[in-house]
């Protein structure tokens, strides 16, 4: 941990703006910025973040982070947005026993109930998939709806971030 240098933000952030300037970019951005970093991050700003890359699916549903970021302006983009089980910890998104269910009831996918919810959430997503039909599937949110009890039963369950992974360094303020 000795090595790890603190972030310069300003400056960093400056020649970010910079680039957009230059026409290098057209828009810039963060990933995994909680509120407390944002507000600190829109105190020096002159251009503010487009967009804001952060966890979140059924499982890790980020709502003080996207009232925050829909107040600013800041679009706010989900990573892991079907977080798949594994070794990661319990109540994964796409496995959850709720979502399973609202997915029977409906007559679609796990997954395309995980997408569709987050598309009513207001953010935009990045589902990864290798698999052809899969991505096709993925796509295929858009001509549907989830019903507001089906949000009702989302909200209700248990919340916890994707757990670092044990090769992943243990930044203690990763997600301050
Ligand atoms: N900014 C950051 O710090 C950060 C951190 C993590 C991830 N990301 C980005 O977020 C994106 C996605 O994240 P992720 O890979 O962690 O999670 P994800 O998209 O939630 O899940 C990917 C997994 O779900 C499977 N899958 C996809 N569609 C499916 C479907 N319809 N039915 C069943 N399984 C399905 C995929 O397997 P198959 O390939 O076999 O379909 C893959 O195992 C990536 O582009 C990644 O780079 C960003």
């Given at each position: 941990?000795?090595?790890?240098?603190?972030?310069?933000?300003?400056?960093?952030?400056?020649?970010?703006?910079?680039?957009?300037?230059?026409?290098?970019?057209?828009?810039?951005?963060?990933?995994?910025?909680s509120?407390?970093?944002?507000?600190?991050?829109?105190?020096?700003?002159?251009?503010?973040?487009?967009?804001?890359?952060?966890?979140?699916?059924?499982?890790?549903?980020?709502?003080?982070?996207?009232?925050?970021?829909?107040?600013?302006?800041?679009?706010?983009?989900a990573?892991?947005?079907?977080?798949?089980?594994?070794?990661?910890?319990?109540?994964?998104a796409?496995?959850?026993?709720?979502?399973?269910?609202?997915?029977?009831?409906?007559?679609?996918?796990?997954?395309?109930?995980?997408?569709?919810?987050?598309?009513?959430?207001?953010?935009?997503?990045?589902?990864?998939?290798?698999?052809?039909?899969?991505?096709?599937?993925?796509?295929?949110?858009?001509?549907?709806?989830?019903?507001?009890?089906?949000?009702?039963?989302?909200?209700?369950?248990?919340?916890?971030?994707?757990l670092?992974?044990?090769?992943?360094?243990?930044?203690?303020?990763?997600?301050?």
């Amino acid at each position: 941990m000795e090595d790890v240098m603190p972030l310069d933000l300003k400056g960093v952030w400056a020649a970010m703006e910079e680039c957009q300037r230059l026409g290098l970019t057209r828009a810039i951005g963060v990933s995994n910025f909680s509120v407390k970093k944002l507000q600190n991050l829109l105190s020096f700003t002159t251009i503010a973040p487009a967009v804001n890359q952060v966890e979140m699916n059924a499982a890790w549903q980020q709502k003080e982070l996207v009232r925050f970021c829909k107040e600013k302006g800041i679009a706010v983009t989900a990573f892991s947005p079907l977080r798949k089980g594994g070794s990661r910890g319990p109540n994964e998104a796409m496995e959850n026993d709720v979502v399973k269910e609202i997915a029977e009831e409906r007559g679609k996918s796990a997954a395309q109930v995980c997408l569709r919810w987050l598309y009513e959430e207001g953010v935009t997503f990045v589902p990864k998939s290798y698999n052809k039909e899969r991505m096709t599937q993925n796509l295929q949110i858009f001509d549907w709806s989830l019903k507001e009890e089906d949000h009702k039963k989302i909200s209700q369950i248990n919340q916890h971030r994707l757990l670092p992974g044990p090769t992943k360094p243990q930044i203690p303020d990763l997600y301050d």
